[in-house]
């Protein structure tokens, strides 16, 4: 990924926006401890100076100006930051004591510039008292006399030093983190977000084999990653399913086009009672492709299912009665034995024609691919409240390898298709079971093909009216 893909990426912008908000909760959080701690050392300079001040007058009132004057003294003597300033002079404005000159007696706190304290004296930048400004505690004492306490704001000022210091690398070290891990991160995420991109490109470039990476972290991009291969393979299905469709399409209309051509040549020089019939063979294919294409066009919509809006509560023990009975003369017609036991069953949401249909498509499929002598079985059982209908025969039924396969579209297991039918039963039976829900199963009867229909548990549990048997059933033969 090149810096400036980088720069333009949903990461990077991301990255900005968090690392803008942590910052400026940063600033706020340095402005409210910088304020309060400004506030507490300036309470506590000013609480100091007045302690210091009632200290000394405490002393004068005990024992006297001397007392008070050799006191100042003593402090001065000390030089160590931070510095204290103090000022005793008598009622007349002479010094008496004290490292200040006369001034003014103003009563009580303020602060001072060092300038206002030593008018006279040059400023002295390396000096630590013409750095500071001073707080300063006045007070007129019982006789008459003026006394001066203050220390210079050498604590306070080291203190905002070193806050504003701290905050200041705090600051640094904060984006410098911000900046690599959202580096990482982003790095990280947009690489996951290319794999994608790779994969897009390649399936475009016709390559539908191509699948995402995914990882063993099980976070949302591998979950997304999943989810897109698993679009990804229904897609390649869908692809490989339309492809054979087409293939498939192509050879069944190939054939009987062909045939009609053939006819209309051959119907030429023939007289016209020939014609005649070629003609009736002719519109027999005609209705025949006419069929095909209809069965395409209700699978393609029972696949989309707008059928749902025709759902009701639906009676599926009849309907499955009402079918088999149906059969059962053509089945005898065959040679084959047809039984039917169908016992109570849930009612269900669904489309009575669908149904009524999907039943006839299983049964006529049994009845055509399986030769005389062969037992028919329809079964309609309720499996833990859920109803399964099961169509079985004896037949020379189906190779494993192909059960799977015969759901689809057009699949005949006889390449050649010279036997009637489209290949189309099945695959509508597929489609109206999902449509409902169900589910369609192909396994070996051994011998001969079990097609059983599972379909989910109803949403009201009444039980319709109890076994029936039916005419060609083992209860009746």
Known sequence: MSPGNFLR???????????????????ALFFIVYWITQATLSQQLSDSVEREKEVLTE?????GLDRLARAIQLRVVDLRPP??????????GEHIAGNLFPMDPVEGARELPVS?????RGSKKEELEDIYPVVVDGSLLDGGEFLLVGENKYRAEKAREAIIKAFGWGIAIMVLLAAG????LGGGFLRRIEEINRTTRSIMDGDLSQRVPTRSGGDEMDQLAVNLNAMLDRNQLLMESLKQVSNDIAHDLRTPLSRLRHRFEAARPQTEA??????????????????????????????????????SDVDLAQIVSAVAEAYVPVAEDRGQQLQVVVNSAPAIRGDRELLTQMAANLIENAINHCPAGVVITVALEQDAAIPVLCIADTG????????????????????????PGSGLGLALVKAIAELHGASVELSDNRPGLRVTVRFPAAGRRELLSGPRAMRGSPSTA
């Open 9 to 27: 990426s949903t990461s990077f912008r991301l990255l900005v926006w968090y690392a803008g908000i942590f910052g400026a909760s940063v600033a």
């Open 59 to 63: 002393l004068y009132r005990g024992g």
């Open 83 to 92: 510095r204290r300033y103090y000022l005793l002079q008598d009622a007349a």
């Open 116 to 120: 206002s304290l030593f008018p006279n």
């Open 181 to 184: 891990g959202g580096a990482a």
């Open 274 to 311: 020939d014609c005649a019939f070629l003609i009736e063979q002719s519109i027999a294919e005609i209705d025949a492709i006419l069929e095909t294409f209809s069965a395409l066009l209700r699978i393609g919509q029972i696949e989309s299912g707008a059928r749902h809006a025709a759902f």
């Open 396 to 419: 020379p039924g189906i190779p494993a390898a192909e059960l799977n396969k015969v759901l689809r579209r057009f699949y005949r297991l006889e390449a050649s298709r010279t036997t």
